[in-house]
C-alpha cells in the first residue's frame, strides 16, 4: 500500500500527487475453505486466533511469490532435502532444506534504503519485479538500476525496515511478512450446520510498529 498525498484540483483539472513514503503491506486470505467434519482445521484456527489475542499479536506470514520468483528453469522449483557435504544427515536422520533460489547482498543495506544491491548466486538472471524476505520483512523490487556481471541493483518498497549485512542470504523460495491482524476480530468465524462449511477471509497489516521499536 503505496502512500501519496494529493494537492488541490487545478484549473486544468489536474490533481498532482506525490509520494511521501514507501507504504507498508497489507495481506488478505480470502475464502479459506474449513469443513466442519475437519476437527484439526477448528482447532488450528482456533488456537491461531488465540495466540494472536486480536491485533496485539505478531504473526510472519507466508506470501506467495513463486508466479514472479527467479527460478533457474522459468518454472516453479519446490526446495530440496540434501545431507551434509559428508553425505551424514542430523542426528534424527533428517536433511537440510535448501531453497532453488540463491541470493546475496552485495555490501550493507541500511535501515531506510529505497535501493538494495543483490548478486546471483543461484537464481535466473531476472531480479525484477521479484519478492523477497530478510527477517520476515518483505520487499519487492522494481526495474533494474544497473546490472554488472551477477551484481543487480534494483529500487526496492518498502523502506529497508532493519539494516541487512554484506552477504545476507535472502529467502526468495519461501518470503514472509511480519504482521498483525488488521481487526481484534479479524478472525470470527460462523459454523453453519445447514451447509456444514466457512470459508472466512482475514486481512493483516505489516508490523511497522514492530521495525519502529515501538511494539
Known amino acids: 500500500m503505496p502512500f501519496t498525498r494529493s494537492g488541490g484540483t487545478t484549473l486544468g483539472g489536474i490533481t498532482p500527487s506525490t509520494r511521501t513514503d514507501l507504504g507498508y503491506w497489507k495481506i488478505e486470505y480470502s475464502g479459506i475453505a474449513m469443513q466442519n467434519r475437519n476437527r484439526a482445521q477448528w482447532q488450528t484456527w482456533q488456537a491461531i486466533r488465540q495466540k494472536l489475542g486480536g ?12 508466479l514472479s520468483a527467479p527460478y533457474v528453469s522459468g518454472a516453479f522449483e519446490g526446495v530440496a532435502e540434501v545431507p551434509h557435504s559428508d553425505g551424514s544427515t542430523f542426528n534424527d536422520g533428517t536433511e537440510y532444506v535448501q531453497g532453488a533460489i540463491s541470493v546475496v547482498t552485495e555490501g550493507v543495506t541500511a535501515v531506510g534504503a529505497t535501493t538494495i544491491r543483490l548478486r546471483i548466486i543461484k537464481a535466473a538472471a531476472n531480479l525484477v519485479g521479484v519478492r523477497f524476505s530478510y527477517n520476515h520483512a518483505l520487499y519487492e523490487t522494481g526495474p533494474a538500476i544497473s546490472i554488472d556481471g551477477d551484481v543487480w541493483e534494483v529500487p526496492i518498497s518498502p523502506t529497508v525496515r532493519e539494516l541487512i549485512p554484506a552477504g545476507a542470504d535472502l529467502e526468495f523460495d519461501r518470503p514472509t511478512c511480519l504482521c498483525h491482524l488488521a481487526e481484534d476480530r479479524g478472525m470470527d468465524v460462523g459454523q453453519d450446520a445447514i451447509a456444514k462449511n466457512a470459508r472466512p477471509s482475514v486481512s493483516f497489516i505489516e508490523a511497522t510498529d514492530y521495525w519502529a521499536g515501538t511494539y
Not at 55 to 66: D, E, K, M, Q, T
Open 55 to 66: 491485533r496485539s499479536g505478531l504473526i510472519a506470514l507466508p506470501v506467495r511469490a513463486s
